[in-house]
């Protein structure tokens, strides 16, 4: 009450207060790309500061003589307080939102730049010199290299734009789970140029078989091992182990040695344009479309995904949870 009096007694403290705080995420909001959404917040922070004006005015001239007035004027005070927090935490979200998006697009940029950059050079050497055969096939070699790099940025945002197609129909089929994941860890292997042991694979005695489309999964699990493989050592060691649980699903965990994650990040990560920001992160490139992509394909097929790890450095598991047929 000792509160509500001295912001009585200095409406102008009051007015002056409110109306920095909304012309500070004004100026935020005009980098907005939602500005129809931004600017019914801003109309309504102008009327909340008229509304508060209203009050301090009207309280100071009546001098508290009216108690229903008092009663009105602590209600509408508590809900200028409220309408204020809401809509900071709005302009919060959108303002971390729009610095999402930027880092995306750079990240974009920077993945689709490189490799056009070094195809180019690599062809105008091809073009202006004699090379030797020997050295002719690794140029050839590193182009098919940064091809494929290429390749595989564009499919990854054109699959996530995809995954946002609600009445996107599944081409269902009868998947086994075993060979999918094997015929996966083959490409991830010649992705990444690795030996045989850096991947195992440890599958149950039965065999184990879902209904879904063999694609869709078939880029998630690739995205899972394009994320720890990217996350981790000079030697990655992935180890994919099936489980199939009483209740009529099955559970794949892929657990990697890389830089692991806090706590605090587990569910962030698999959120649109999300990246860690911790320096290990930042140093490696990406999108941050992988494990939404992840998300979105597993959940489609009345799965889960959830992220475990015991803090940097100590490695991660992906546990992701399918039905069985």
Excluded at 16 to 30: A, E, M, N, R, Y
Excluded at 128 to 133: D, K, N, Y
């Amino acid at each position: 009450m000792a509160l509500l009096f001295s912001f009585s007694r200095f409406p102008a403290l009051l007015v002056f207060l409110l109306f920095s705080f909304f012309l500070l995420f004004s100026f935020k909001v005009k980098k907005m790309r939602r500005r129809k959404t931004a600017i019914f917040f801003l109309v309504l922070g102008i009327c909340l500061i008229a509304l508060a004006v209203a009050l301090n005015v009207g309280w100071i001239l009546l001098n508290l003589r009216e108690v229903a007035l008092l009663v009105f004027g602590i209600i509408f005070f508590a809900v200028i307080i409220t309408g204020v927090v809401l809509n900071t935490i709005f302009l919060l979200r959108e303002i971390r939102r729009n610095e999402q998006h930027d880092a995306f697009l750079n990240a974009v940029t920077h993945e689709l730049k490189t490799p056009i950059a070094s195809i180019k050079l690599y062809l105008e050497t091809l073009k202006t010199r004699s090379v030797a055969e020997d050295k002719r096939r690794e140029f050839y070699d590193v182009m098919l290299a940064d091809s494929n790099r290429l390749l595989s940025t564009v499919e990854q945002v054109l699959q996530a734009s995809r995954t946002k197609e609600k009445h996107r129909q599944l081409n269902i089929s009868e998947i086994n789970l075993g060979k999918l994941l094997d015929e996966t860890i083959k490409i991830a292997q010649t992705r990444y140029k690795l030996d045989e042991t850096s991947i195992k694979l440890t599958e149950p005695a039965e065999e184990i078989k879902l209904a879904g489309d063999a694609a869709e999964l078939q880029t998630a699990f690739t995205n899972l091992f394009d994320n720890a493989v990217k996350y981790s050592s000079d030697e990655p060691k992935i180890l994919v182990r099936i489980k199939k649980s009483s209740d009529r699903k099955v559970q794949i965990f892929f657990k990697d040695n890389g830089i692991g994650l806090e706590k605090s990040e587990l569910k962030r990560i698999f959120k649109r344009f999300y990246r860690v920001s911790n320096l290990p992160t930042q140093e490696k490139k990406g999108t941050g479309l992988g494990l939404f992509i992840v998300k979105a394909i597993i959940e489609k097929h009345g799965g889960r995904v959830r992220a475990d790890s015991n803090g940097e450095g100590k490695g991660s598991t992906f546990i992701v949870q399918l039905p069985v047929k």
